[in-house]
Structure formats: C-alpha cells, structure tokens
C-alpha cells in the first residue's frame, strides 16, 4: 500500500482524518513558516545522520520532541524534549507537557536559538579543516 494511503487508513482509523493535512513538497520558505505556526516538532526517527529539520525548527523557536538515541538529540542538545522510542505514551506525554506549559514552551525556544547558534557554515568549514589538517599530519 503506497504511504499516502496508508497514512490516510491510520489517520481515519484514529478518527483524526480531518486534522491530518499531507502537504507533499514544501519550499524553504514554506517550512520555515509551518514551524513557526506549529506548537511542536515532534520528530520520532529511530536513526538520523545530522537531523536538519530539527535544527530548522529550533532555529525558528519551535519547540521539539523528539527520539532518544536517535542522534538528533544530539543535534538538539537540552533544547528538545527526548523520548524513548518504543513508548508511544511518554511521546503523547511529552507533546501534553510542551502544549499545556507555557514556561517550558518558552525555555525550549530559548534553549534552541542558542542551541542553534553553533551550527554557522563557518563553523563547520573550521571543523572540516581541522579534521582534514589531523588526518593529513598523521
């Protein structure tokens, strides 16, 4: 069953079909305003190489639930709230928690501007030259 299809068949099963919107190919731009209206990120990915869309959304002050161990905690820092993958209810929970506390809502958008404030381009050609200088010395 294709995926689209397939998250229609949950979606109405849930009874939330009318909540969900599958947008498809959104610009830059676009994301970047989703994140801004949302009340959460929530980002349950078992393996991530670098977890752009999490940075993206810290960027912009939205707040972010995401998997433990997944490495875009890593990404995220103390910015995010973490949950164990394979318990559904402690991600509800988290999501309860960023929605119903306005004071944690705003100490998570705090944590990701600074949070985010490392990840310059320049930052990172630093890190690559200096990588490269280590390994070609030897």
């Known amino acids: ?10 979606a109405r099963t849930a009874g939330v079909e009318s909540a ?7 610009t830059s731009h676009d994301l970047l305003t989703l994140f801004r209206a949302a009340s959460a990120h929530l980002f349950l990915s078992r393996l991530e190489g670098f977890g752009l869309t999490v940075a993206e959304a810290l960027a912009v ?3 972010v639930v995401l998997g433990r161990d997944s490495g ?9 709230l973490a ?7 402690a991600a509800a929970a988290a ?10 809502r705003q100490a998570l ?6 949070r985010v404030a490392g990840y310059r381009a320049s930052h990172m050609a630093r890190g690559y ?9 030897g």
């Open 109 to 114: 958008r705090q944590r990701g501007h600074a």
């Open 20 to 26: 969900v919107n599958l947008l498809g190919f959104v």
């Open 1 to 10: 069953m294709p995926l689209r299809a397939r998250i229609r068949r949950i």
């Open 83 to 89: 949950v164990d993958l394979d318990d559904p209810g």
């Open 95 to 104: 999501v309860e928690r960023v929605l119903d506390d306005q004071g944690l």
């Open 72 to 80: 875009a905690d890593e990404v995220a820092g103390d910015a995010c």
């Open 61 to 63: 002050g939205c707040p």
């Open 129 to 137: 030259i200096t990588a490269w200088e280590r390994v070609l010395a």
